[in-house]
């Protein structure tokens, strides 16, 4: 391998580290030991790497992180997202700082204005709401390089990197139809973000193409407290929807858990389907059949876009959408039936 080919990926694969791993160690950055420190500059010396110091593609003065503000830090689903940001950060020496909007516009300029102050390279946010998070985001990006992931504000000037949310909803519903439902209701956000706003029209579209039965929606937020209390809310209807597609997996896993305490069995009563694909669909009980984001690609793809608007602040904007998967599991396919016991057994019990 020529020496000057070696790349962070060489270092970290040869020294048995993750990208980010290896990152840290390289540059001094804290939350590795001194072991693992010394043994991954020891495969970096031996292959000959030297690090790339990322700031000559960069404005000068700013520190080697990126902010990344997400609204919600203790849903799976953004700390999935993170996890695979970090890796492809780490890739190009960079490090992150993340911070939490909790979903509410005011924390989320205040956020942005510390991270701007911070002399970041750049901000990847998660817009806290698609028309109040504006002015903020504009502000942002008169200072620093600013990507849009997951949700939008379409009047922002920046770059964005999401998921197809009309492809996933798409693929639940045609599922559903599948497996015979022609009843199927929707337990979703609201118009706040431009994803509860997406899968919404979505969903109603694809239901309309179909010439199925439409169905009162219930709205709120993506938690998994408004799944438990719609749950009550669908449990009351009079009769059942065959199936709920649910807005994300959060809400998927409170509607599982309060139609179970209202007496409705999933799938056996009603199918329920999630959106995201995170750790929740596993734990689910039955576990949960759910359109799955690809998150390393979406990291990918936002690190790309930011480091291309800092060569290039006046690039005309990316927006990127990436296809998603269906994961199909038990929350839509009847329980396997209990096999005859065997002619021995029978006889025993007779």
Sequence with gaps: MARDAVTLRDVADAAGVSIATASRALTGKNRVSKATTAHVRQVAERLGYRVNVFGRALREGTDGAVGVIVPVISNPFYGQLVHSLEEQLGAHSLELIVADSHGEVDRERDRLRMLVRRRVEGIVVVPSNATSSLDALVEAADDVPVVQLDRRVEQAPTDFVGVDNDRGIALLVEHLVSRGAVHIALVAS???????????????????????????????????????????????????????????????????????????????????????????????????????????????????????????????AIYSRLAPALRVSMSTSPAPATPPAPAAARAQSS
């Design 190 to 316: 609201d118009d706040t973000t431009s994803a509860g706003r997406e899968r919404r029209a979505a969903f109603e579209r694809e239901i309309a193409r179909r010439g199925l039965p439409v169905h009162p929606p219930v709205l709120d937020n993506f938690t998994l407290e408004f799944g438990l209390a719609a749950a009550g809310t669908v449990a009351s209807r009079s009769p059942l929807p065959d199936a709920i597609v649910a807005g994300d997996d959060l809400i998927a896993a409170g509607l599982i858990t309060g139609l179970k305490r209202h007496g409705v069995a999933v799938p056996q009563d009603v199918m329920v389907t999630g959106f995201d694909g995170t750790m929740l669909a596993d734990v689910c009980d039955p576990a949960l059949t759910t359109v799955v984001q690809p998150f390393d690609q979406i990291a990918a793809e936002a690190v790309r876009a930011l480091l291309r608007r800092t060569q290039d602040r006046d690039a005309p």
